[in-house]
C-alpha cells in the first residue's frame, strides 16, 4: 500500500462528501441545533454563575464566622464553561451519529451501482489503498465537522467575552477528540454494510436497524442480563409485629439501675442485609456496564460527562475511572473496518 495513493482516494472521498447535498443538510442541520443546545448551555452557564456570585458574597459576608469553623461557608468552586458543552451530548449522540451513517452507507455500494469500482481498480491503485482511503476520507470529513462545530460555540463564547481557561481549553479538545470516535464508530458500520451488501438503500437499512437495536434494546438487554447474572436481590430482614422490651438489671460502682436492653440481633441481620444488598447492586452494575460497553452511545455519554462536568478529581484520574468507555469507542469501530476491509479485498468485481 502507497500512501500517496491512499491519500488520493482518501481526499476524493472527502471532496465528494462536502458537495453531497444530504451530507450538508444534514450537517448545518447538526450546527443549528448544536447552536440551540449551546444557547441552553448560556442560560444554565449564567444561573450557576450567579449563584456563585451571591453564595461568594455572603461567604464574604461572613468570613469572621467562616475563621471559627463555619464549614457550611467555605468559598464556593466557580462554574466551568464546560457546563456549556455537555448540551451538545445529546445532540452528538443523534444527529452527529446520523451524519456519520450518511457520510459512510453508500461509499462502495455508490461504485457497485455506477460500475465505476471495476474501472476504478483497472488504474494502478490496490484495493487495500481504495477501502483504507475512503475510510480516511469519511473520517478526515467527520473531524472538521466536530472542529467547525466546537470552533463556532467557542466563538461565540468569545463574543460574549466568556473565555475558556487554559485546563478547560484542554477539557474542550479532549471533548472534541471522543465526540470524533463516537461518529467514526458509526461510520465504521455503515462502511461495513456498504461493503457487504449490494445495493445502498440496503445498507441504509441494516446500519438505522444495528442503530436502533444498539441504542434502544441494548441498554434494556445489558438491565436483564445484570438481573440475571447476579440473581434475587437479598431480602430485608422481617420486623416483628409486636416488639418485647426487655430489661437488664445492671449494678456497678455507683449504683444499681434498670437498663433497657438491646436488640443486637436485629441490628446485626440489617448490618448483614446492607452489605448483601452493596455487593448484588456492585456486581448486577458490573455485568450490566460489560453489555453496554457494546453501545458506542453509553460509552460516549459516560465518557463526554466526565469531561464536561466539573469533577473534584484532576481530568487524568476522572478519565481513568471510564477507561473502558474510551476503549469501546476505540474496539466497536475498529471491528467493523476490519470487516469491511477483508470484505472489500475478496469481493468479486464484475
Known amino acids: 500500500m502507497i500512501t500517496e495513493r491512499t491519500l488520493t482516494v482518501s481526499g476524493k472521498e472527502f471532496s465528494d462528501l462536502f458537495t453531497s447535498r444530504r451530507f450538508l443538510l444534514i450537517f448545518f442541520l447538526y ?15 449564567d444561573y450557576a454563575l450567579t449563584s456563585y456570585n451571591d453564595a461568594l458574597q455572603a461567604a464574604d459576608e461572613y468570613r469572621d464566622l467562616q475563621d471559627l469553623g463555619a464549614w457550611w461557608l467555605e468559598m464556593p468552586e466557580r462554574p466551568s464553561v464546560l457546563l456549556i458543552f455537555d448540551s451538545m451530548v445529546g445532540t452528538t449522540v443523534t444527529l452527529g451519529a446520523l451524519l456519520a451513517i450518511a457520510a459512510g452507507f ?29 475510510a480516511l476520507g469519511g473520517a478526515a470529513a467527520l473531524g472538521v465537522v466536530v472542529g467547525l462545530v466546537l470552533a463556532a460555540i467557542t466563538g461565540l463564547l468569545l ?32 462502511l461495513a454494510f456498504s461493503t457487504v451488501t449490494q445495493e445502498s438503500g440496503n ?71 446492607q452489605e448483601d444488598l452493596a455487593a448484588y447492586t456492585k456486581k448486577k452494575s458490573v455485568v450490566t456496564n460489560v453489555v453496554t460497553l457494546l453501545s458506542p452511545q453509553k460509552s460516549y455519554q459516560t465518557v463526554a460527562n466526565i469531561i464536561s462536568a466539573p469533577q473534584e478529581r484532576s481530568l487524568p484520574e476522572s478519565l481513568g475511572s471510564v477507561w473502558a468507555g474510551v476503549v469501546g469507542l476505540i474496539v466497536f469501530p475498529s471491528v467493523f473496518f476490519a470487516a469491511a476491509y477483508g470484505k472489500f479485498m475478496r469481493m468479486d468485481i464484475r
Do not use: C
Not at 111 to 120: D, H, P
Not at 177 to 182: D, Q, R, V
Not at 207 to 224: K, N, Q, Y
Open 31 to 45: 450546527l443549528i441545533i448544536a447552536m440551540v443546545g449551546t444557547g441552553q448551555g448560556l442560560e444554565r452557564y
Open 106 to 134: 453508500d461509499l462502495v455500494t455508490r461504485e457497485k451501482e455506477s460500475r465505476s469500482l471495476k474501472t476504478l481498480l483497472a488504474h494502478p491503485v490496490y484495493r487495500d489503498e481504495i477501502i483504507v482511503g475512503k
Open 159 to 190: 463574543i460574549l467575552s466568556i473565555v475558556p481557561t487554559a485546563a478547560e481549553v484542554v477539557s474542550i479538545l479532549l471533548f472534541g477528540a471522543i465526540s470524533l470516535l463516537f461518529l467514526v464508530a458509526w461510520f465504521a458500520v455503515a
Open 203 to 273: 445498507a441504509l437499512i441494516f446500519t438505522l436497524v444495528i442503530f436502533f437495536v444498539i441504542s434502544s434494546l441494548l441498554p434494556v438487554l445489558g438491565a436483564m442480563v445484570g438481573v440475571a447474572v447476579a440473581g434475587p436481590p437479598p431480602q430485608l430482614p422481617e420486623t416483628p409485629a409486636v416488639q418485647e422490651l426487655t430489661f437488664t438489671y445492671v449494678s456497678n460502682a455507683t449504683g444499681s439501675y434498670v437498663a433497657p436492653g438491646a436488640d443486637s440481633g436485629r441490628h446485626e441481620a440489617l448490618r448483614e442485609y
